[in-house]
């Protein structure tokens, strides 16, 4: 495929449950961001990897989530003990290089009940 | 810290321009950007400007950056109804690693 896609489109599950999305990044794009939309919200940081290193997680809100790119491809967001304020969008974003446009997914569209 | 700031909404009708504002406090940012985000779809985006530049313009879009007061703008001329979506204005973070974006701009266009 051309573009960043990002599964599953939706998920819905329960609070405590654990839930993973998805990120297919642009073939041979080297960084990858995490953001997460809340409802009439901008985007908001969540992660950065630079391959298969996470260069910089300060937007990570807590210890229950967590994410891994081990072959500085395909990257995984893990939420551990989801809550009802987790639901949101999940955005994926790849791009050549740190300063280069960022080309986004079309999210993960969590719902925790 | 890092913040960005845009008017919620936008109505204008089908022929004319529209102008989308957003104000940013990190001075550092290298570049600032413009998003459109439309229903159910990905943020696409639209157009960037080097902080070094006061004006870009490209087609239809006109980007206005005043650095001394921390000001972009996006202007829109002949205005259709396609261009119905919501507008994101972004800046860098001061690691240069992450955007942040405003809480974007709801362009409604009427025919």
């Known amino acids: 495929g051309a573009g960043v896609s990002q599964t599953p489109s939706n998920k819905v599950t329960e609070k405590g449950k654990y839930v993973e999305l998805r990120c297919d990044p642009i073939?041979?794009?080297?960084?990858l961001y995490w953001y997460r939309q809340s409802l009439g919200q901008g985007p908001e940081f969540l992660i950065y990897?630079?391959?298969?290193?996470?260069?910089?997680d300060s937007g990570l809100p807590n210890d229950r989530f967590f994410a891994v790119r081990p072959e500085g491809s395909v990257s995984t967001l893990k939420i551990q003990r989801t809550e009802r304020g987790d639901s949101a969008v999940y955005l994926c974003?790849?791009?050549?290089?740190?300063?280069?446009?960022?080309?986004f997914g079309p999210g993960t569209r969590l719902t925790v009940l | 810290g890092e913040d960005v700031e845009q008017s919620l909404f936008l109505s204008v009708r089908e022929g004319d321009s529209s102008v989308i504002n957003c104000t940013y406090t990190?001075?550092?940012?290298?570049?600032l950007y413009w998003y459109k985000q439309e229903p159910g779809a990905g943020l696409q985006l639209l157009t960037y400007?080097?902080?070094?530049?006061d004006m870009k313009q490209d087609q239809r879009l006109t980007v206005l950056l005043n650095k001394k007061d921390k000001h972009l703008s996006l202007r829109i001329a002949d205005t259709q109804t396609g261009d119905s979506a919501i507008y994101f204005c972004?800046?860098?973070?001061?690691?240069?690693?992450?955007?942040?974006f405003g809480k974007g701009t709801t362009l409604s266009v009427s025919s």
């Open positions: 972004a800046e860098t973070n001061q690691a240069g690693t992450a955007l942040i």
């Open positions: 990190d001075s550092s940012s290298t570049y």
């Open positions: 974003a790849s791009s050549p290089g740190t300063t280069s446009e960022q080309f």
């Open positions: 990897f630079q391959g298969t290193g996470a260069a910089d």
């Open positions: 400007i080097f902080s070094n530049m």
């Open positions: 073939s041979g794009h080297t960084a």
